[in-house]
């Protein structure tokens, strides 16, 4: 195994935080490539069936621009299985998976404020 960056580290210790959150990934904001990610190790293959569609959700949250309310900040999706949360900070996204739909909601995003100082 390759070791872990000293950003990979930090996002591990912030999964520790809330079992129900499956996975943390960043991804570039223009093509929603992953820059950076980690997942709890039983649902990296959770988290990965999620890649196509978090690469659609950020085509679609660009495309939002076209409806002059300017760019979208945070989107918060609930679904039957799971909880995912989007936020925008400078040129990245922030994703945030949870692998229960009665994930804390607030949990999840109450983790944004330490992301957003870890300077991607």
């Known amino acids: 195994r390759v070791m872990d960056t000293p950003k990979e580290l930090e996002l591990r210790n912030l999964l520790k935080r809330d079992e129900s959150i499956m996975g ?20 990296f293959d959770s988290v990965d069936r999620f890649r196509p569609y978090i690469a659609s959700m950020l085509t679609m949250m ?19 299985e799971a909880n995912v949360s989007f936020v925008f900070f400078y040129k990245i996204w922030i994703i945030i998976v949870a692998g229960e739909s009665e994930s804390n909601l607030g949990g999840m995003l109450s983790l944004e404020d330490e992301l957003l100082q870890m300077r991607f």
């Open 24 to 43: 943390i990934v960043v991804a570039e904001k223009d093509s929603g490539t992953p820059v950076l990610s980690a997942y709890n190790q039983s649902s």
């Open 62 to 80: 660009r495309n939002s621009n076209k409806l002059g309310m300017g760019e979208t900040k945070r989107v918060c999706l609930t679904y039957d």
